[in-house]
């Protein structure tokens, strides 16, 4: 908040995917505490989606809760045309919705290959696409990648590390091709993230505290302060980067 009342996102719309519940609420939340309007997408979570935006809109942002299952590509892009539509533009996206498929190489699925590709890498590609049409000078993509597409440091992750390290290509590709518009795209690396994803009290919790080098979970908040730093007028000369937030897992 600045002297005269302002803070740094206002007037800005940021559109966060699966921000109903872990690291993409806490993200909405964030950015709507720097003064965005917030459009949170979810497949599921109506009620807990319907809770941030009720939280946002307290906080005297509009906050607005759209189902959009990801791994529908009209359903995308009708999420993308109807905050364009209802605020009339769209400065922030944020690609956080993804699930985590773990499993010996042996017993995935072709169900399970459709699904982590679809969610994870097809529909963040889709949302950029459908997003380039309506951001402006100085908008700003964020992809949420994970710590794993680095350091692959347990088996299982055969699915999901394939596609979190494909966000890096697309981080890249973003950043080339928008940033003659002004528009920045960056990857941020979670670690060990307490959410229901990955529970800090889950049966691996202790093995993944053991990876990081300060031997804790982290926060959605301590992700959301990363994006806020990105999408923020600090973040302007920084894109087609990777910022690793995971309590040294990486290191
Ligand atoms: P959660 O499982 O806690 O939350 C996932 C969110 O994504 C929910 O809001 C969920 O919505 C939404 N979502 C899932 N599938 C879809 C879909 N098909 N369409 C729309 N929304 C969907 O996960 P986290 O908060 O832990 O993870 C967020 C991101 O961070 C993911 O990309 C994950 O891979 C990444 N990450 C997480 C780490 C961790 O340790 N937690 C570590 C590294 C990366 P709904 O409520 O409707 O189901």
């Given at each position: 908040m600045t002297m005269n009342g302002t803070t740094a996102l206002d007037?800005?719309?940021?559109l966060v995917t699966g921000g109903s519940r872990?690291?993409?609420?806490?993200?909405?939340?964030r950015l709507a505490e720097d003064g965005?309007?917030?459009?949170?997408?979810?497949?599921?979570?109506?009620?807990?989606?319907?809770?941030?935006?009720?939280?946002?809109?307290?906080?005297?942002?509009?906050?607005w809760a759209l189902r959009a299952d990801s791994a529908d590509p009209q359903a995308v892009r009708?999420?993308?045309?109807?905050?364009a539509e209802r605020f009339g533009r769209l400065d922030i996206l944020v690609n956080n919705a993804g699930v985590g498929v773990l499993g010996p190489i042996g017993e995935l699925t072709d169900a399970d290959a459709d699904r982590v590709l679809e969610v994870n890498v097809r529909a963040p590609f889709l949302f950029a696409q459908a997003a380039s049409a309506h951001l402006a000078e100085g908008g700003r993509i964020v992809t949420i990648g994970s710590c794993i597409a680095k350091r692959v440091a347990f088996p299982g992750a055969t699915l999901y590390a394939t596609s979190k390290a494909a966000l890096i290509g697309l981080t890249k590709a973003l950043a080339r091709e928008l940033g003659p518009r002004g528009i920045t795209a960056n990857l941020v690396h979670p670690g060990p993230i307490d959410t229901d994803?990955?529970?800090?009290?889950?049966?691996?919790?202790?093995?993944q505290r053991e990876l990081t080098a300060l031997g804790r979970f982290g926060a959605g908040a301590e992700v959301a302060a990363a994006v806020a730093y990105l999408v923020g007028e600090d973040g302007r000369y920084v894109t087609?980067?990777?910022?690793?937030?995971?309590?040294?897992?990486?290191?």
């Open positions: 007037g800005k719309v940021a872990g690291i993409g609420a806490a993200t909405a939340l965005a309007d917030v459009v949170v997408t979810y497949q599921g979570g109506a009620e807990a989606a319907e809770e941030v935006a009720a939280k946002i809109t307290a906080m005297g942002r509009t906050g009708d999420a993308v045309t109807a905050v994803m990955n529970p800090a009290g889950g049966p691996s919790a202790d093995f087609g980067a990777e910022l690793a937030v995971d309590g040294g897992f990486a290191a």
